[in-house]
């Protein structure tokens, strides 16, 4: 089955494809497009994650739409709030009706000859497989897998007789009222769990291989509320969204170059919450911060669980799963009733669809990554992936209107086509990866399958908002890495076999 040629087809109705949506609605009115949606329910990571205490970590007036204000009192949000303010933003903008449910894109070929994309799609409603064509392909999917996440393969787990869960799949009827828990790993993740798990269990042992960086802050921003008190709330959504950026910027920069200065607020503040004679070992990681990101702790309630006794932490290797918990290598035994593996995300490159040109496979590694948003040699197709040291939605807003204007300038030139290539005459370039400066285990595991960065614009992914901001809205739409093509001149492109 054939549907007819779209303009744009939008990959993924989470946060990043429903600000997509409304941006081409605002500014490109004349466009069609669809979203496709490998889910049955929009909405990503907050319709996907439902363990106890899913939050954002960062605070709502960066996380939320530059367009659309956030007007509760709590900046750090819960997921259930996240998913409301999504699909009210869908709704206002009349992007519910656009989006098509349980169809996953499982490849999609550029097609020169027809100047657009053959999108590959399993269709969950029929059980069929059907092929749509885009002239463009707007890529919203996220960064990880949603059928799988991260595990490592722990030796006796096939002996362990209590419940073994990983976030990514939590049950809806897990009972862990006065139960023994431990939860592998210390991440944003493990962060979460532990203070909204041990309001119930009897006891949370957040178990870690190494320390992790943690930075405490308010759930609510006392100016932000002062401000919408006063102000119309788009003003005041401004004034908090320019401030927050900037100290998240500041303190970024801070971590880069006075890193030890940031070690030891870090470390005071820690030491303020559990007390002078706290041995500080299970909270000094060896890394700077920011080398990997930092665990937002809200209203310090992961060391008020530690304090009241219910939860505390211990670093060590594992050993063994036994029948009735975990085996340390130091050969101490962890009881526990429920083991909870918060080990992390397992990353995949555009949604983990099969893309081809012409029916070659394209190779991402071997590709040049164009200001973090398009790969060289992969024509009309543009990707989101956020910022790794700041609120997704500061990216994915600057990209989509980028992606707008891209659109609109393509349509006064009268171009078909638009590919990133290495200009003429260009040095060559020392290849860096595609995110450079940040350890974390779960972007090693795959950069080798991301497209390269270069050491010059605009080959360079920048991860800098306050700089992307400027640049991305003062581009030259006609610069010499980004190569037009006119549109063919053909009766009927979209009914082409």
Known sequence: MMDELLDVAIIGAGLSGIGAACHLTRECPDRSFTILEAREASGGTWDLFRY???????????????????????????GPSIL??????????????????????????????????????????????????ARFIHMCAGYYRYDTGYQPQFKGREDFRGTFVHPQFWPE???????????????????????SMAKEAAEVVMLQ??????????????????????????????????????????????????PEKMRQMLLDQTKKELGDSADLADFTPTYNPWDQRLCLVPDSDLFQAMRSGK?????????????????????????????????????????????????????????WSYRGVMCSGLPNLVSIFGYI???????????????????N??????????????????????????????????????????????????????QNYLRERREFAAMDMDEGALRYQARVKSEDVGQAA
């Open 209 to 258: 291989r190494s320390p992790t960086w943690f930075i405490i802050r308010p759930s609510t921003d006392w100016l932000a509320n002062t401000l919408r008190a006063l102000l119309p709330a788009r003003w005041a959504y401004g004034i908090t969204r320019w401030r927050n950026t900037r100290l998240q910027d500041w303190l970024y920069r801070r971590t880069r170059t006075k």
């Open 389 to 407: 040291n700041a609120s997704w939605t500061l990216r994915s807003d600057i990209v989509s209107q980028w992606f707008c204007r891209l659109l």
């Open 311 to 367: 939860a505390r932490v211990i670093t060590a290797e594992i050993d063994t799963l036994t029948e009735t918990g975990i085996r340390l290598m130091s050969g101490e035994e962890l009881p526990a009733d429920i083991i909870v593996s918060a080990t992390g995300l397992e990353l995949q490159v555009m949604g983990g669809a099969d893309l081809r040109v012409d029916g070659k496979p394209f190779d991402f590694p071997a590709s």
């Open 173 to 195: 009827d897990l009972d862990y009222t006065g139960k023994r828990v431990v939860i592998i790993g210390s991440g944003a993740t493990a962060v979460t769990l532990v203070p």
């Open 409 to 462: 300038h393509m349509r006064d030139r009268d171009a078909a086509v638009v590919t990133p290539e290495l200009e003429e005459g260009l040095p060559a370039m020392e290849p860096q990866p595609w995110i450079d400066d940040f350890s974390a285990g779960y972007m090693q595991r795959k950069l080798d399958e991301f497209p390269r960065q270069g050491d010059r614009e605009p080959w360079i992914n920048s």
């Open 52 to 78: 106890p205490g899913i939050r954002s970590d960062s605070d709502m007036h960066t996380l939320g739409y530059s367009f659309k204000p956030w007007r509760s009192d709590k900046a750090i949000a819960d």
């Open 84 to 133: 409301s303010y999504l699909r009210e933003t869908a709704a206002e903008h009349h992007i519910e009706d656009r989006i098509e449910y349980r169809q996953r894109v499982a490849g999609a070929n550029w097609r020169s000859d027809l100047q657009c994309w053959e999108l590959t799609i399993d269709d969950g409603n029929t059980g069929t497989t059907r092929t749509l064509r």
